[in-house]
């Protein structure tokens, strides 16, 4: 059994990595459907929010810090700030409804919050941009 527990502790980097790359896909889509009305409009087909409004500025973190996150590149600043913003989205719009996350349709936020928050104390796992720039950084510094 222990050795069992080593082999599936090994792939914690690798599940950290895929954790961030399947919460970085769904979070984009909240930002495209709300700047490119893709894969559903907000509120009606087509729809949009306005880009200078609070949902434009939700709609552009969502989009591209969610690819910065897809991808792994400034993984854990971007990952704090987007912790911020899904705590702001949770603290605004759902807690006034409930305390609770599941009566006040939270969830999501609460939970992106946290993965956010987990990612960026942990970092972006192997399969991630910034995994390869350290890696080439750590060789360069050998050559010197």
Request: hydrophobic share 55%; proline share 6%.
């Amino acid at each position: 059994m222990k050795k069992i527990i080593a082999t599936w502790q090994n792939f914690s980097p690798y599940l950290r990595s895929i954790l961030r790359i399947a919460a970085a896909l769904t979070f984009m889509a909240h930002g495209t459907m709300k700047l490119f009305a893709f894969p559903a409009g907000m509120g009606g087909p087509g729809r949009t929010v306005h880009l200078f409004s609070e949902m434009g500025l939700a709609g552009v973190l969502e989009t591209f810090g969610g690819l910065l996150m897809l991808i792994g590149l400034f993984t854990r600043p971007v990952a704090f700030i987007l912790a911020g913003e899904m705590a702001v989205a949770f603290f605004q719009v759902h807690f006034p409804r409930n305390f609770w996350p599941i009566l006040s349709g939270g969830e999501l936020a609460f939970l992106y919050c946290f993965a956010w928050l987990y990612i960026s104390a942990e970092g972006p796992g192997p399969w991630s941009i910034d995994a390869v720039m350290a890696k080439h950084r750590a060789g360069r510094k050998g050559e010197l």
